[in-house]
């Protein structure tokens, strides 16, 4: 490049800067200048001081021109921007106080980032400056789109053995840049190792530090994730600072290897990675300069005087040739003086030497005194923080041990009041559900009118021949309720969440075959789910609800009892099934299956599976109770207590069928009201009040679902079933 182009190129640019006349066409001559004389990075150069060093006006300037420069000229004039350099300069312009200058750098790199990003290796500083701008919280510019110049596809491929290929699966991208994060940071930790004592130091891992900084800048030229981005900088600058480390410690040394330099290459790795506290460690690292300076100063008068004692040694040897040799006398004497004048000359540098190192020690005296307070301090202020953990600790601890404590007694209160609220609403409850008229009932006649009316809430009216009666419910429905509702009403439901409290609980389905006991206990399998599916998602929910203070076991168990004859579902060919009673278990069936269900779906499924093994048809369901039952064992996690509770929910025989089980439960319901204590209440009479013998005494909580047909001609079995309910709703039970 001649004196002529680079004279040119700076008087076009500082004239531009000084009038202001900055757009695409004065770029574009100067551009045209750098090209012709093959001077991109002298013209770049131009702009060094300028940007650097002048007010805000001037900055401003020149990094307008340089971005209309690059937008106008050719690849090579950005890749010479596009280096470690000119990144350093432009991230301390960053710093200006001037608001304007720093929004017109941002906007810059940039249009210079989205420009080249994935043109190449050579502009990977491009996104370099723009990922450090953006992590110390400048606000950049979008990507407003493709330039107004067209971006050109860089020629130049990645430097050998440093290859990056970028896949199409977001995965797959992520998984590469995980494998060379973790290569680099195993070889920076071979690399510190090799700082601290340079014999240790593999070459090997030198090289591959320099390759993984060109596969880093290779792939920050990619569209990566922004978390990806910050940590590869931080990589990148990392290999940067040892390599600075490693090549002050060669210059300093540059036969390092040996033990005279692990010294200070140990001082120097100490240094680059210890930075607690700025200003110690700053004052610590000069001090530490300044000892390897005055080590590298006495090495040197060392070697001085190796050299002048080998000297001294050959005038010596010269002084004897003179003295054996004493035939020319001038001669002996004019190598006597010059043997003396090299004496006299030693002996000064050699007392210089000794007052160097002299000095030398006494400084580094002083040196391991500073030293050794610093260490001192810190550990005193180390203690003393320790001190202050240690009572926060103890101050946590303390509260989070009395707010345990508050916590574990609101939540048995809210058991308790939970459970008492229960208590209010009736332990016994009994809800009237009418069934819509059948087609055949509509085509009776007279005999298909409605005879039931539901007045109130409470209240259900049967119109048959004569007066009507009336019977008082915990609630009716009618023939459109759904399941649902019917389980929600007044928080009827909430009885389940009671067993696993450690309460028995039994919900029943009573009435006539064909009043809808199965619809209402299983659903109608369309989108209406019975009291099972209902009652087993509230249980289950229960459990979810508590799961992090209790844990909760729950067994299933699925019988019906025909005849007095207990058969279990699950095995429905083991016979001589009975009932027993023990302090523990209370009222159960010895050698009844016990299936433990996670879920709410493990239920079902294990219900729909035990159904299969049930008699098919009408007339067999009119002669059975359907059980099925959960027993629930409860262990709070933080104060060990148990509870055991059980579920029943039972679908009885038809109201009409002499069943012994139906008709003893109502014999047990009156003995219960009656209180009297010369009667002995009849459980033991029939399997199915013998084994719900704990659930309907005490605190057990029992649901009555009283099943009717609304039809004139059943109005009689109506009246019957409401007046078997009216008997049961008479028990009042208590604590």
């Known amino acids: 490049m001649s004196q002529e182009v680079k004279r040119s190129l700076e008087a076009k640019i ?60 050719e690849n090579q004039l950005a890749a010479a921007l596009a280096t470690s350099k000119w990144r350093d300069r432009l991230l301390k312009v960053a710093k200006s106080k001037d608001e304007t200058v720093r929004d017109v750098l941002c906007q810059q790199v940039a249009d210079w980032h989205f420009r080249y990003q994935g043109q190449g290796q050579e502009y990977a500083e491009f996104t370099i400056m723009f990922n450090r701008l953006k992590s110390k919280g400048f606000r950049m510019p979008e990507h407003r ?16 053995g440093t290859r990056f290929t970028m896949t199409t699966t977001p995965e797959e991208n992520a998984k590469k840049v995980d494998e060379l994060m973790e290569n680099v940071q195993a070889d920076l930790r071979s690399m510190q190792i090799g700082l601290q004592d340079l014999s240790q130091l593999n070459r090997n891992v030198v090289e591959n530090c320099k390759r993984h900084q060109n596969k880093i800048m290779l792939v920050l030229s990619t569209d990566l994730e922004e978390s990806y981005t910050f940590k590869l900088i931080a990589l990148y600058d990392q290999l940067g600072e040892y390599f600075d480390i490693l090549k002050a410690i060669e210059s300093a040394d540059p036969a390092a290897g040996g033990a005279s330099s692990s010294g200070s290459a140990s001082a120097a790795a ?59 006398t001038h ?96 332990n016994t409850r009994i809800y009237c559900r009418l069934r819509p008229l059948s087609q055949a009932e509509r085509a009776q006649g007279a005999n298909g009118v409605e005879c039931v009316d539901l007045p109130t809430a409470t209240e259900v009216v049967v119109r048959a021949t004569g007066k009507p ?36 609980v039994c919900i029943f389905a009573y009435g006539d075959t064909g009043t809808g006991k199965t619809h209402t206990m299983q659903g109608d399998g369309k989108g209406d789910p019975g009291v099972i599916q209902l009652a087993i998602q509230k249980l289950y929910q229960t459990k979810q609800q508590r ?8 067994q299933l168990s699925v019988l019906e009892i025909v005849n007095e004859q207990i058969t279990d579902l699950f095995e429905p060919r083991r016979t001589g099934l009975s009932v027993s009673i023990s302090e523990q278990q209370g009222c159960y069936i010895d050698g009844l299956t016990k299936v433990e269900c996670a879920s709410g779906d493990e239920a079902l499924s294990r219900i729909q ?40 929910i039972i679908e009885l025989p038809g109201a009409e069928r002499q069943d012994k089980g139906n008709m003893n439960l109502g014999n047990v319901m009156e003995k219960i009201i009656a209180k009297s204590k ?45 007046a078997w309910a009216f008997r049961v709703r008479g028990v009042i039970l208590g604590s």
């Open 331 to 426: 001669k002996k004497e004019e190598l006597l003086g010059m043997v003396r004048k090299t004496i006299r000359a030693s002996r000064g540098i050699l007392a210089d030497a000794k007052q160097q190192a002299a000095q030398m020690r006494i400084h580094c005296a002083s040196l391991k005194r500073d030293s050794f307070a610093y260490a001192h301090s810190w550990e005193k202020e180390m203690a003393h923080l320790q001190t202050i953990c240690d009572k926060a600790a103890k101050a946590e601890a303390k509260g989070f041990e009395t707010l345990k404590k508050l916590y574990l007694n609101e939540m048995q209160m809210r058991k308790k009041l939970y459970n008492k609220i229960q208590e209010f609403r009736g």
């Open 469 to 504: 009666k009336i019977f008082e419910v915990d609630g009716g429905f009618k023939s459109s309720a759904k399941t649902a509702q019917i389980f929600e009403y007044e928080d009827a439901g909430g009885v389940v969440p009671s067993a696993v409290d450690g309460y028995n």
């Open 14 to 73: 500082t004239g531009a800067l000084q009038t202001g006349f900055v757009d695409d066409d004065v770029a574009f001559e100067i551009t045209n200048t750098a090209m012709e004389g093959r001077a991109y990075k002298e013209a770049l150069e131009v702009f060094k001081d300028p940007i650097k060093k002048d007010k805000p006006q001037i900055q401003i300037r020149a990094l307008t021109l340089m971005g209309c420069m690059i937008r106008v000229g």
């Open 547 to 554: 799961l992090q203070t209790e844990k909760i076991e729950i």
């Open 145 to 160: 789109g493709s330039s107004r110049a067209t971006t050109r596809t860089s020629s130049t491929s990645a430097p050998p």
């Open 270 to 328: 100490a240094g680059a990675e210890t930075a607690e506290d700025e200003d110690e460690s700053a004052e610590l690292e000069a001090l530490r300069n300044t000892l390897e300076q005055r080590k590298s100063e006495r090495e040197a008068c060392e070697a001085q005087c190796v050299r002048l004692r080998a000297e001294l040694n050959d005038v010596k040897v010269k002084k004897s040739m003179v003295n054996s040799g004493a035939e020319d």
């Open 609 to 648: 599976q035990a159904m299969q093994n049930r008699p098919k048809g009408e007339e067999h369901a009119s002669r059975s109770a359907l059980i099925v039952h959960f027993q629930i064992h409860a262990e709070d996690t933080q104060t060990r207590g148990h509870a055991n509770g059980k579920l029943y």
């Open 678 to 722: 010369s009667d002995q209440v009849p459980f033991k009479q029939a399997k199915l009040t013998h084994l719900l013998q704990d659930c309907l005494t005490g605190s057990a909580k029992q649901l009555f679902y009283i099943c009717i047909s609304p039809s004139l001609a059943k109005a009689e079995q109506s009246n019957a079933s409401l």
